[in-house]
């Protein structure tokens, strides 16, 4: 079994003004778990 490295990533996290203003901005990312998560 071999492995290779195929690519690097960066995870940018964005939302509404009007979200923020609903639910309060995030100060750390743990904070994110406390947000409501929109489903698809």
């Known amino acids: 079994m071999s492995s290779r490295h195929l690519l ?4 940018l996290t964005v939302a509404f003004p009007s979200y923020l203003a609903r639910h309060g901005r995030p100060a750390t990312p743990d904070d994110l778990t406390r947000q409501p998560c929109p489903r698809r």
Do not use: A, E, P
């Open 8 to 11: 690097d990533t960066r995870v």
